[in-house]
C-alpha cells in the first residue's frame, strides 16, 4: 500500500502549482478571520409582572369612594371669564400606610392662545402638596415637578383655575392631560 503524503501533492493553477497543504492552511486562516468577526453573546433577562387593581397612589371618585387610575373631567369655559372648580370630581388619593413620592406635570395640550388665556391648577390638602402655573401656552412647560410627599392615608384635592381669552371660538374644546408619576415600591 503506497502512503501518500499532503505535502507532496500540489494543486497546478495555470503554469504554476501549490502545495495542497499551503491551500488548505490559507482556507482555514481565512475561515477563522472571519468567523471570529462575527462572534456574540447572548444576555437576557426574565421580568414577571404582577396585575394589581391600583398603585398605593391613585385617584378617588368622590361620589362613591372609589379607586381609579385615570379619570375624565369636562367643564364649560366662557369668553374673558376665570372659570373655578376648587373641588373636581376626583381625588388623589394615597391609600397606603406609608408616604410616597409623587411627580406632576401637564403631559400635553390642544389648545392655542384664542382660546386659553391661561390656566392653574393644584394638588392640596389644607396646604399645598403642588402647584403649577402655565401662562404661555405657545411653548408649555411639559417637564415632570420636582419631588412631593404623599402622606399615607391622605387625600388631596384637586383645583383647576381657567382664563378663556375673550377672542375665544364658541364650540372649540381645548383640552389638558395631566400625569403623576408616583413611587411604588
Given at each position: 500500500m503506497e502512503k501518500i503524503?499532503?505535502?507532496?501533492?500540489?494543486?497546478?493553477?495555470?503554469?504554476?502549482?501549490?502545495?495542497?497543504?499551503?491551500?488548505?492552511?490559507?482556507?482555514?486562516?481565512?475561515?477563522?478571520a472571519s468567523v471570529s468577526a462575527a462572534a456574540y453573546v447572548s444576555l437576557t433577562w426574565t421580568t414577571t409582572a404582577t396585575v394589581v387593581a391600583n398603585p398605593k397612589v391613585c385617584f378617588y371618585k368622590w361620589s362613591d369612594q372609589t379607586k381609579a387610575n385615570t379619570f375624565s373631567y369636562t367643564v364649560n369655559i366662557f369668553p374673558n371669564v376665570i372659570t373655578i372648580d376648587e373641588n373636581i370630581t376626583y381625588a388623589l388619593y394615597n391609600w397606603d400606610t406609608s408616604d410616597h413620592d409623587v411627580y406632576f406635570r401637564l403631559a400635553s395640550e390642544n389648545t392655542?392662545?384664542?382660546?386659553?388665556?391661561?390656566?392653574?391648577?393644584k394638588v392640596y390638602n389644607g396646604g399645598t402638596l403642588?402647584?403649577?402655573?402655565?401662562?404661555?401656552?405657545?411653548?408649555?412647560?411639559?417637564?415632570?415637578s420636582t419631588s412631593y410627599s404623599a402622606v399615607a392615608s391622605t387625600k388631596y384635592m384637586i383645583w383647576i383655575s381657567i382664563k378663556c381669552a375673550s377672542g375665544a371660538g364658541i364650540g372649540h374644546t381645548p383640552s389638558f392631560t395631566f400625569e403623576v408619576k408616583v413611587e411604588n415600591p
Amino acid at each position: 500500500m503506497e502512503k501518500i503524503s499532503l505535502r507532496k501533492r500540489r494543486i497546478h493553477i495555470g503554469k504554476r502549482s501549490i502545495p495542497l497543504l499551503t491551500l488548505l492552511a490559507l482556507a482555514l486562516t481565512i475561515s477563522v478571520a472571519s468567523v471570529s468577526a462575527a462572534a456574540y453573546v447572548s444576555l437576557t433577562w426574565t421580568t414577571t409582572a404582577t396585575v394589581v387593581a391600583n398603585p398605593k397612589v391613585c385617584f378617588y371618585k368622590w361620589s362613591d369612594q372609589t379607586k381609579a387610575n385615570t379619570f375624565s373631567y369636562t367643564v364649560n369655559i366662557f369668553p374673558n371669564v376665570i372659570t373655578i372648580d376648587e373641588n373636581i370630581t376626583y381625588a388623589l388619593y394615597n391609600w397606603d400606610t406609608s408616604d410616597h413620592d409623587v411627580y406632576f406635570r401637564l403631559a400635553s395640550e390642544n389648545t392655542n392662545t384664542t382660546d386659553i388665556s391661561w390656566m392653574y391648577y393644584k394638588v392640596y390638602n389644607g396646604g399645598t402638596l403642588f402647584s403649577k402655573n402655565e401662562t404661555n401656552f405657545n411653548t408649555p412647560d411639559t417637564a415632570w415637578s420636582t419631588s412631593y410627599s404623599a402622606v399615607a392615608s391622605t387625600k388631596y384635592m384637586i383645583w383647576i383655575s381657567i382664563k378663556c381669552a375673550s377672542g375665544a371660538g364658541i364650540g372649540h374644546t381645548p383640552s389638558f392631560t395631566f400625569e403623576v408619576k408616583v413611587e411604588n415600591p
